[in-house]
T-cell receptor, first 115, second 116 residues
Framework: AQSVAQPEDQVNVAEGNPLTVKCTYS??????LFWYVQYPNRGLQFLLKYITGDNLVKGSYGFEAEFNKSQTSFHLKKPSALVSDSALYFC?????????????FGTGTQLKVEL | GAGVSQSPSNKVTEKGKDVELRCDPI?????LYWYRQSLGQGLEFLIY????????KSGLPSDRFSAERTGGSVSTLTIQRTQQEDSAVYLC??????????????FGEGSRLTVL
């Protein structure tokens, strides 16, 4: 079964420092991988996706993610964290089903950026 | 509207009552999804509609849960005889739905259900 794992429930980082939110995947075939962010009392917002091509994917709000096939990882990164980046982050993988597709999500990682 | 719209945004009900949650997807999107987010949990897939195809109901937790999609647009998620463990945020999402589509989903802001 296609799945993703987020090993950290929470990540704390100081503003201005680089941040990494970890995600590993288990899929058969080529993975389609996604990162979403959820701010308090809001729905999920798309950040970025990896389909094919360059292993470093750039997305919204200065975030990027690195696809690593040998380590089956897709970690989310940002060179310099902001307090406003504090939110819940979800990794997801596309699963083909019937005539279409759906996303299977990880359990989420709470990012807290402090001054 | 421009985005996925869900109503009500908040619903408080008594144990044993039935509830209906509504989702209005992005215009033109043929795929519609329901997910559940419980406190401290990730997103749990419930059901998926794609065009006129039979829905993928593999995530519905019990026969108290059902959903329909009328006219290929608006969807209603119904929970019968609600239980306290049904308390969660119910998120709806839509996408263009084509199998060749890369799979990005667009989410509404959710309906928070509290069962007393």
């Amino acid at each position: 079964a296609q799945s993703v794992a987020q090993p950290e429930d929470q990540v704390n980082v100081a503003e201005g420092n680089p941040l990494t939110v970890k995600c590993t995947y288990s899929v058969s075939g080529n993975p389609y991988l996604f990162w979403y962010v959820q701010y308090p009392n809001r729905g999920l917002q798309f950040l970025l996706k990896y389909i094919t091509g360059d292993n470093l994917v750039k997305g919204s709000y200065g975030f990027e993610a690195e696809f690593n096939k040998s380590q089956t990882s897709f970690h989310l990164k940002k060179p310099s964290a902001l307090v406003s980046d504090s939110a819940l982050y979800f990794c997801a993988v596309r699963v083909l089903t019937g005539g279409g597709n759906k996303l299977t999500f990880g359990t989420g990682t709470q990012l807290k950026v402090e001054l | 509207g421009a985005g996925v719209s869900q109503s009500p945004s908040n619903k408080v009900t008594e144990k044993g009552k039935d509830v209906e949650l509504r989702c209005d997807p992005i215009s033109g999107h043929t795929a519609l999804y329901w997910y559940r987010q419980s406190l401290g949990q990730g997103l749990e897939f419930l059901i998926y509609f794609q065009g006129n195809s039979a829905p993928d109901k593999s995530g519905l937790p019990s026969d108290r849960f059902s959903a329909e999609r009328t006219g290929g647009s608006v969807s209603t998620l119904t929970i019968q005889r609600t239980q306290q463990e049904d308390s969660a945020v119910y998120l709806c999402a839509s996408s263009s739905g084509l199998r060749g589509n890369t799979g990005e989903l667009f989410f509404g802001e959710g309906s928070r259900l509290t069962v007393l």
